[in-house]
């Protein structure tokens, strides 16, 4: 066992000529293929799509519900222990001599801004607001929905969808990834976190199917955060001024008004990515990590400093404390009134956000991987899982703390809890200010809403490039990243159109599930690749590759 060397050679074919050159066609057309079907079908027959993918979301979520849970702690447990074993620990993703590419604060950025930077200003205050009002101990009857008693349990399930669990599953991918690319010399690609399972096969078709699954869950995952995004970029813009024809009646936004967004957002992201990522994606990162930390003082300043603090603090005690349990709860609807409503919160909540961080998975997990080249395993498990999730709490308590402390103590009535989750924030400004500062702050918010999505995008874009050329990581062909960009706005745009972000979030769900297989399989091929290279280190055998 362990008695040579692990396969340090994964042979992907390329095409060496035409519009395919450097690129695996067995990946790049069938993944084109897949997107752009999903595509004409919710263009062309937009009631018939809706109703397959509905049907086909109840029966994942139904059959499905446990596995998500039950992977998903997994996932979080698997890199906690690794980082805390003195030997998986300190090993480094690369060679002995190999130094961190960037700065941690641009490598932070970076993952910040890819993995979740989006979902923080549409949710940092519309989650805490959803669970403020009800959750499972509402729901059980341990709390008041809405009473000053549920503020704790509002923070703990914020909390376990945007904590560690959540960064889990983008820092096991990236650490799969990198692991087997800088120490192995594998091709920066799905299909070689899987090498210590299959072997040299994954050259073939199997290693094919992996990574065509990992592109289509990368664009379903990347799709249902732009698709959050451009919802609120679209309020952001009618907000300050640009025009009421960029929403309807109801407050969701015009046909028109998505169009123009997704323009302006996929435009630049695209124009972003042919520059690759040491050069737009770090200075828009550098960017918006910028602008958030500004947006942040405000709300600790100005915004419900004490509730924040509080909220802050009982509710990292309580998350943690309930952790265990939290991992491992799964809810079965059993024809009472309580278990079915507890089953369904479940299903509409967790559920869907583990699906949701697994199609995100491959794209940030590729992306951590070509960030975080020469950290040791332990460092990157505290930069890519505890530090982003302290830096959401925070977020969730002084930004969406400031929304509930307003509604509790009467100040905003029901004008955040009333809006829709795409304009809480906005509303929340209002409130607080008035006049030109209000205006300048909302500006503000698009700006960096902009900064975000883009980043998002261009980074997805060059990911799904990465993944078609065989694990190339510099930016190549330029036919590829525009049809990428032009390929992510219609999934978008058609989706958003025919349900809304409900129809996004139905084909996110769907297209997750294949790859949490992926990824549990990962899981199973890292542990036995530690495993064999502390018996290689102890023997004298060849564990790492031996030139850069």
Same mark, same amino acid.
Request: aromatic letters at 12%; a neutral charge.
């Given at each position: 066992?362990?008695?040579? =060397?692990?396969?340090?050679?994964?042979?992907?074919?390329?095409?060496?000529?035409?519009?395919?050159?450097?690129?695996? &066609?067995?990946?790049?057309? =069938?993944?084109?293929?897949?997107?752009?079907?999903?595509?004409?079908?919710?263009?062309?027959?937009?009631?018939?799509?809706? #109703?397959?993918?509905?049907?086909?979301?109840?029966?994942?979520?139904?059959?499905?519900?446990?596995?998500?849970?039950?992977?998903?702690?997994?996932?979080?447990?698997?890199?906690?222990?690794?980082?805390?074993?003195?030997?998986?620990?300190?090993? &480094?993703?690369? @060679?002995?001599?190999?130094?961190?590419?960037? #700065?941690?604060?641009?490598?932070?950025?970076?993952?910040?801004?890819?993995?979740?930077?989006?979902?923080?200003?549409?949710?940092?205050?519309?989650?805490?607001?959803?669970?403020?009002?009800?959750?499972?101990?509402?729901?059980?009857?341990?709390?008041?929905?809405?009473?000053?008693?549920?503020?704790?349990?509002?923070?703990?399930?914020?909390?376990?969808? *945007?904590?560690? #669990?959540?960064?889990?599953?983008?820092?096991?991918?990236?650490?799969?990834?990198?692991?087997?690319?800088?120490?192995?010399?594998? =091709?920066?690609?799905? @299909?070689?976190?899987?090498?210590?399972?299959?072997?040299?096969?994954?050259?073939?078709?199997?290693?094919?199917?992996?990574?065509?699954?990992?592109?289509?869950?990368?664009?379903?995952?990347?799709?249902?955060?732009?698709?959050?995004?451009?919802?609120?970029?679209?309020?952001?813009?009618?907000?300050?001024?640009?025009?009421? *024809?960029?929403?309807?009646?109801?407050?969701?936004?015009?046909?028109?008004?998505?169009?123009?967004?997704?323009?302006?957002?996929?435009?630049?992201?695209?124009?972003?990515?042919?520059?690759?990522?040491?050069?737009?994606? &770090?200075?828009?990162?550098?960017?918006?990590?910028?602008?958030?930390?500004?947006?942040?003082?405000?709300?600790?300043?100005?915004?419900?400093?004490?509730?924040?603090?509080?909220?802050?603090? #009982?509710?990292?005690?309580?998350?943690?404390?309930?952790?265990?349990?939290?991992?491992?709860?799964?809810?079965?609807?059993?024809?009472?009134?309580?278990?079915?409503?507890?089953?369904?919160?479940?299903?509409? *909540?967790?559920?869907?956000? *583990?699906?949701?961080?697994?199609?995100?998975?491959?794209?940030?997990?590729?992306?951590?991987?070509?960030?975080?080249?020469?950290?040791?395993?332990?460092?990157?498990?505290?930069?890519?899982?505890?530090?982003?999730?302290?830096?959401?709490?925070?977020?969730?308590?002084?930004?969406?703390?400031?929304?509930?402390?307003?509604?509790?103590?009467?100040?905003?009535?029901?004008?955040?809890?009333?809006?829709?989750?795409?304009?809480?924030?906005?509303?929340?400004?209002?409130?607080?200010?008035?006049?030109?500062?209000?205006?300048?702050?909302?500006?503000?918010?698009?700006?960096?809403?902009?900064?975000?999505?883009?980043?998002?995008?261009?980074?997805?874009?060059?990911?799904?490039?990465?993944?078609?050329?065989?694990?190339?990581?510099? =930016?190549?062909?330029?036919?590829?990243?525009?049809?990428?960009?032009?390929?992510?706005?219609?999934?978008?745009?058609?989706?958003?159109?025919?349900?809304?972000?409900?129809?996004?979030?139905?084909?996110?769900?769907?297209?997750?599930?294949?790859?949490?297989?992926?990824?549990?399989?990962?899981?199973?091929?890292?542990?036995?690749?530690?495993?064999?290279?502390?018996?290689?280190?102890?023997?004298?055998?060849?564990?790492?590759?031996?030139?850069?």
């Amino acid at each position: 066992m362990a008695k040579k =060397p692990p396969l340090m050679d994964l042979h992907i074919p390329t095409a060496d000529r035409g519009f395919y050159s450097g690129f695996s &066609k067995s990946v790049a057309i =069938p993944s084109k293929i897949l997107v752009s079907a999903l595509i004409v079908w919710a263009i062309a027959v937009p009631q018939n799509a809706a #109703s397959v993918l509905n049907a086909l979301n109840g029966a994942i979520l139904k059959s499905f519900a446990s596995w998500y849970i039950y992977v998903a702690a997994a996932f979080f447990l698997l890199c906690i222990v690794l980082a805390l074993v003195p030997f998986t620990g300190r090993l &480094k993703l690369g @060679r002995p001599d190999d130094a961190p590419e960037f #700065s941690r604060f641009s490598w932070f950025s970076m993952m910040f801004g890819a993995g979740i930077g989006v979902g923080m200003l549409t949710f940092a205050t519309a989650e805490p607001m959803y669970h403020f009002a009800n959750n499972p101990n509402v729901i059980m009857g341990q709390t008041t929905g809405s009473g000053a008693d549920n503020v704790t349990a509002a923070y703990v399930w914020s909390f376990l969808h *945007w904590g560690f #669990s959540a960064w889990a599953c983008y820092a096991l991918v990236g650490l799969c990834l990198a692991y087997f690319s800088y120490r192995r010399n594998l =091709p920066l690609t799905v @299909r070689s976190a899987l090498t210590p399972l299959f072997g040299a096969r994954l050259s073939g078709v199997g290693g094919h199917i992996v990574d065509i699954v990992a592109v289509v869950a990368t664009i379903l995952g990347v799709a249902q955060t732009l698709g959050f995004g451009v919802e609120q970029f679209v309020a952001g813009l009618q907000r300050i001024g640009l025009g009421t *024809w960029m929403v309807k009646a109801d407050g969701t936004s015009s046909t028109a008004g998505i169009i123009v967004a997704l323009i302006v957002i996929l435009g630049a992201s695209t124009l972003s990515a042919l520059s690759g990522v040491g050069k737009g994606i &770090k200075w828009l990162s550098n960017l918006n990590m910028g602008l958030s930390i500004f947006l942040l003082a405000f709300f600790i300043l100005f915004g419900s400093t004490f509730f924040g603090l509080n909220a802050l603090v #009982s509710g990292m005690i309580a998350y943690v404390t309930d952790l265990p349990s939290l991992l491992f709860t799964v809810w079965h609807a059993d024809g009472t009134p309580t278990g079915d409503a507890l089953a369904a919160w479940q299903g509409g *909540w967790s559920v869907f956000y *583990w699906a949701w961080w697994v199609a995100f998975a491959p794209f940030v997990g590729v992306f951590l991987a070509r960030v975080s080249r020469g950290r040791s395993i332990r460092e990157y498990v505290m930069g890519a899982i505890i530090v982003p999730s302290v830096m959401c709490f925070v977020w969730f308590t002084f930004v969406g703390g400031t929304a509930i402390d307003m509604t509790l103590n009467g100040t905003a009535g029901d004008a955040i809890s009333g809006a829709g989750q795409e304009s809480q924030l906005f509303v929340m400004l209002d409130l607080i200010l008035t006049g030109g500062l209000a205006w300048g702050m909302a500006a503000l918010v698009v700006v960096l809403l902009l900064t975000y999505l883009v980043t998002t995008a261009d980074s997805a874009i060059l990911i799904v490039n990465t993944i078609n050329a065989a694990g190339e990581e510099s =930016p190549k062909g330029r036919g590829h990243i525009i049809f990428w960009g032009v390929a992510l706005s219609f999934v978008v745009g058609a989706l958003l159109l025919v349900g809304g972000l409900g129809t996004i979030k139905t084909a996110m769900v769907i297209g997750a599930l294949p790859f949490s297989l992926v990824m549990f399989l990962m899981c199973i091929s890292l542990v036995k690749a530690v495993i064999r290279d502390g018996i290689r280190e102890r023997n004298g055998v060849q564990s790492i590759h031996a030139e850069a």
